[in-house]
């Protein structure tokens, strides 16, 4: 799916994908990063929405074609790390097309309102808003919005 001649960027974050979208979430240990994603896998599966893990935790991210690709490395493929537990399997796609990067940051860094921005990762410009971090009840009406799935269709 990548380039073989381009070295992919280890990069910290959890990505899922929801529909046609590839989405990753990124911010501080402890942001909450892994409820988040798993908190949108399980609400978009109960609306009929194919929606699966990429990784969790560690992804293996490369510019192609001018879209980010972000993989799973092979040591952690399939498994979630449940806070407070241990690392779990769960469903997943090896990699995908990353659409949206999500950045979880504190409270009083998060503008009401936010303009479209990019930032690059891996070389490659991605959409991004920042959501309030160890939040997914907040975040997930702004993600569905972000990404027109019911009730924002």
């Known amino acids: 799916m990548s380039d073989p001649a381009v070295k992919p960027e280890n990069i910290h974050g959890t990505a899922i994908l929801i ?23 399980d609400h978009c599966r109960a609306r009929g929405l194919f929606s699966y893990l990429i990784s969790d935790d560690r992804l293996l991210a490369a510019a192609h074609g001018g879209r980010l690709i972000c993989r799973a490395p092979a040591t952690i493929a399939g498994l979630a790390e449940v806070p407070g537990f241990m690392p779990c399997p769960l469903p997943f796609e090896p990699a995908g ?9 504190p409270k009083e860094e998060m503008a009401r309102f936010q303009e479209d921005i990019s930032e ?21 009406p ?7 799935i019911q009730p924002f269709s």
């Open 19 to 41: 529909g046609d979208c590839g989405v990753l979430i990124t911010g501080p240990s402890g942001a909450g990063k892994t409820t988040l994603a798993l908190t949108l896998i």
């Open 97 to 105: 097309v990353i659409d949206l990067h999500i950045r979880l940051v």
């Open 120 to 140: 690059p990762i891996a070389g490659c410009p991605v959409p991004r808003i920042d959501l309030v971090e160890r939040n997914a009840a907040s975040a997930l």
């Open 142 to 148: 702004a993600v569905m919005a972000r990404l027109s």
